[in-house]
C-alpha cells in the first residue's frame, strides 16, 4: 500500500512541466490586460476554458456572476471564470485555483497595460498544470479547479463561487488558493528560492490553520530543497485573496503566495515573464500535487476524536471509524506550531500513545490523506 502511494506520488512530482507552464505563461503574455472590466478578460477565459476542454474526463464550465458599479469597476457588468470540475466516486470536493484577472494601479482600468504574469498568472499556470496531471488518474474525491475573475476588484468571483457552494451544500475539505506563487527574486538582494508562504485564518484551532499544518505535515521532505512557510494569518497585511470569501463561508481555506514578493512591480506593466522562475513555480505545484493527491484520495474524517479521562502518562486516543478506512493518529507538543509524530492505526478506533501525556501534547485523527480532527 504504502509503496503504491509513494510511487504514485514520485509519478505525480517527476509529471510537473516547465515547458507547460510556460506555454500558459507565454499565452496570457499575449494580451495587454486582463482587468475583469475589458473585453481581453472574457477571452482569455475563453482560452483557458478551451485549454481544460483539451483534458479528458474534466467537466468545464464558463461560470458567470454579477457586478456592480463601485470601486474598481466602471460599469455594471456580468463576469465571467472558469470552473472545471474532475468527478470522482464521492461528491467531498478539494479546490485549487488562482486569478485569471489582473490590474494596473498605475493608469486607467480600461487601456493600462496588466501582464499579471506572477499576479496571478503563475496561479493560473499552477492550475492548469495540477488539472493536467492530476486527470491522468481517478479520484476518491472531486476536484475542482477554477481561474477565478473580479479578484483584484474585492474578490467578487471567489466570493460568487463560494456562496454558490453554501447555497449547493458543497462538502469542501479543502480549498487551495494560489496566488502569486511565480517568483524567487524580490528587489535588491531580496530572493528566497527555498519557500512559500502558506497563510491561513487566525485563530489557533481554526479549520484553516488545521489545514495548514496538514499541508505542512504532508509534504514535508517531498520536495527536495522546497517546503512550505507556514504563517499564521489570514493574509499579508492588510491584503487579501481568494481563499478568504471560502473561509468566511465557513470552508477550508488556505492561501500559498511566493516568500519574497517584488512589491513595486505588482499591480503594474512591469509584472512580466522575466519575472518568473519556473524551477521556483514547478515546487509550488509539487506542493500543490502532493496535497491535492491525498485530499484526493483520503476517506471520510473520524468522527468524536476524544481522550480517555484518565490521568496518565500515556495518552488513549479514540474515535467513531468506519469499516475499511484506516486512520492515522498525529501529536505535537502544545507549544509546536507543527506535527512532531504520527503512528498508523489501520482500522483501528483506539491507539495507546506511549510516553506522550496529553497535558502537554495535542493529539489529533484523520482518515489517511484526510485533515485531521483533534482530540476533545
Ligand atoms: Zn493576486
Not at 50 to 59: A, D, M, W, Y
Not at 162 to 169: G, M, V
Not at 195 to 219: G, K, M, Q
Not at 337 to 356: C, F, H, L, P, R
Amino acid at each position: 500500500m504504502i509503496v503504491t502511494a509513494s510511487l504514485l506520488l514520485s509519478h505525480l512530482t517527476s509529471e510537473v512541466s516547465k515547458d507547460s507552464l510556460r506555454q500558459t505563461l507565454t499565452h496570457l503574455s499575449t494580451y495587454p490586460t486582463r482587468n475583469t472590466n475589458t473585453p481581453e478578460l472574457e477571452k482569455a477565459a475563453e482560452w483557458v476554458a478551451s485549454e481544460f476542454k483539451k483534458i479528458p474526463g474534466l467537466r468545464v464550465e464558463l461560470m458567470r456572476y454579477d457586478v456592480k458599479k463601485g470601486r474598481r469597476v466602471v460599469a455594471d457588468k456580468s463576469v465571467v471564470q472558469v470552473v472545471a470540475t474532475l468527478p470522482g466516486e464521492s461528491d467531498k470536493k478539494i479546490i485549487v485555483g488562482g486569478h485569471l484577472d489582473t490590474i494596473n494601479l498605475t493608469g486607467d482600468p480600461l487601456t493600462a497595460i496588466a501582464p499579471g504574469i506572477n499576479d496571478d498568472g503563475s496561479g493560473v499556470a499552477l492550475t492548469l498544470e495540477c488539472a493536467r496531471i492530476l486527470s491522468q488518474k481517478r479520484w476518491r474525491n472531486t476536484l475542482v479547479f477554477v481561474a477565478f475573475s473580479g479578484e483584484e476588484q474585492g474578490l467578487f468571483g471567489s466570493g460568487a463561487l463560494a456562496e454558490r457552494a453554501q447555497k449547493e451544500s458543497w462538502k469542501i475539505e479543502a480549498m487551495l488558493n494560489n496566488d502569486t506563487v511565480g517568483a524567487s527574486q524580490g528587489p535588491g538582494k531580496l530572493k528566497d528560492k527555498k519557500r512559500v508562504r502558506l497563510y491561513s485564518e487566525e485563530s489557533t484551532d481554526h479549520n484553516s490553520r488545521e489545514l495548514a499544518r496538514f499541508i505542512e505535515w504532508e509534504t514535508r521532505g517531498k520536495v527536495k530543497g522546497f517546503s512550505p512557510w507556514l504563517v499564521f494569518r489570514k493574509d499579508r497585511f492588510q491584503r487579501g485573496g481568494d481563499h478568504t470569501p471560502f473561509n468566511i463561508k465557513g470552508f477550508n481555506a488556505v492561501r500559498f503566495v511566493e516568500a519574497i514578493e517584488y512589491l513595486t512591480h505588482q499591480h503594474t506593466d512591469k509584472d512580466t515573464l522575466e519575472g518568473i522562475d519556473f524551477d521556483y513555480l514547478a515546487n509550488v505545484v509539487r506542493l500543490n500535487l502532493i496535497s491535492l493527491s491525498s485530499f484526493a484520495s483520503a476517506a471520510d474524517a473520524p468522527t468524536n476524536v476524544r481522550y480517555d479521562a484518565k490521568q496518565a502518562h500515556d495518552t488513549i486516543v479514540r474515535w467513531n471509524s468506519q469499516p475499511g478506512v484506516s486512520y492515522r493518529v498525529y501529536w505535537r507538543e502544545s507549544s509546536s506550531s507543527v506535527w512532531q509524530g504520527m503512528v498508523e492505526a489501520g482500522e483501528k478506533n483506539e491507539v495507546t500513545i506511549k510516553g506522550k501525556n496529553k497535558d502537554d501534547h495535542v493529539f489529533a485523527v484523520g482518515a489517511v490523506g484526510g485533515v485531521p480532527i483533534s482530540a476533545g
